[in-house]
Nanobody
């Protein structure tokens, strides 16, 4: 059974940085055409954060994080990363990693992804 496993979340002050990791388990990361990050805050729906294609040729970001967050993937290490800089209180959420097997589909749609992780909590204090 293939799944994604997130790590790296924690408590950080506003303006600080965190680096999240997502390891592919049961299937090589290189086999996924697209890997993305989503987040969900209390009382809100899950929202798209960022996505990267198989060979890192293309990346996509939500407007709210563009210029602050960077997504990358290392197929040799079977891991995708989300570097988060300049964190704000509104970034507080559970962050989820997801992967898509098939051909291109709009990366901001959660239904595009086949495998999901359990999430890692990010809390930004004021």
């Amino acid at each position: 059974q293939a799944q994604m496993v997130e790590s790296g979340g924690g408590l950080v002050q506003a303006g600080g940085s965190l680096r999240l990791s997502c390891a592919a388990s049961g299937r090589a990361l290189s086999l996924y055409n697209m890997v993305g990050w989503f987040r969900q805050a209390p009382g809100k729906e899950r929202e798209f954060v960022a996505a990267v294609m198989r060979s890192s040729a293309s990346t996509y970001y939500a407007d709210s994080v563009k210029g602050r967050f960077t997504i990358s993937r290392d197929n040799a290490k079977n891991t995708v990363y989300l570097q988060m800089n300049g964190l704000k209180a509104e970034d507080t959420a559970v962050y989820y990693c997801a992967a898509r097997n098939g051909q291109y589909y709009p990366p901001h749609r959660s239904t595009a992804y086949d495998s999901w992780g359990q999430g890692t909590q990010v809390t930004v204090s004021s």
